[in-house]
């Protein structure tokens, strides 16, 4: 995956320090699996949103919580499924095996669970996994 947008902003890390749940600066990156077609979005199209707290930009592995849950959090999209499935996140874990200032870059791994649930009767299909690599440069005009 690539950010969205790649093709016109090659950017996909910044800092957003504007969340109202803590103090801290979260580094935010973004994948988008559609980013060589940018103006068009596929229903095949996958997109993993990552947002780490400043306490957490060193090396490590950490608890990853889906939106707004926890401490380092995601949002996935793009299931393509009918109207009457609901998608349910499970936590998964974020390893960062490189954060470094001086190079400006971050690499790490993800995962995390989730299941599909049928409304009208409540019968589930999943666990399904989903696992994916990052390797970004911290370009945002915060690292200068």
């Known amino acids: 995956m690539k950010p969205n947008g790649y093709l016109f902003f090659p950017g996909g ?3 957003n320090d504007s969340f109202t ?14 980013y060589k077609n940018p103006t068009t979005i596929s229903l095949t199209d996958r997109e ?3 947002k780490i707290p400043s306490i ?6 950490y608890v990853l919580y889906d939106v707004f849950e926890g401490v380092c959090y995601y949002t996935f999209f793009g ?3 009918d109207a009457n499935i609901s998608v349910v ?12 200032l001086e190079d400006k870059i971050i690499e790490g791994t993800f995962k995390f669970e989730y299941i599909l649930v049928n409304d009208d009767d409540d019968s589930e299909e999943g ?3 989903v696992t994916g690599t990052f390797d970004y440069s911290l370009d945002d005009e915060f690292f200068d």
Do not use: C, H, M
């Open 21 to 34: 749940r803590s103090d801290d600066d979260y580094l935010v990156i973004q994948g988008n699996s559609g």
């Open 13 to 15: 890390a910044s800092v």
């Open 56 to 61: 957490y930009w060193k090396e490590g592995t």
């Open 48 to 50: 993993i949103n990552l």
């Open 127 to 129: 666990p399904f996994q």
């Open 79 to 81: 299931i393509d499924r």
């Open 89 to 100: 996140d499970k936590v998964g874990e974020i390893t960062i095996s490189k954060f470094s």
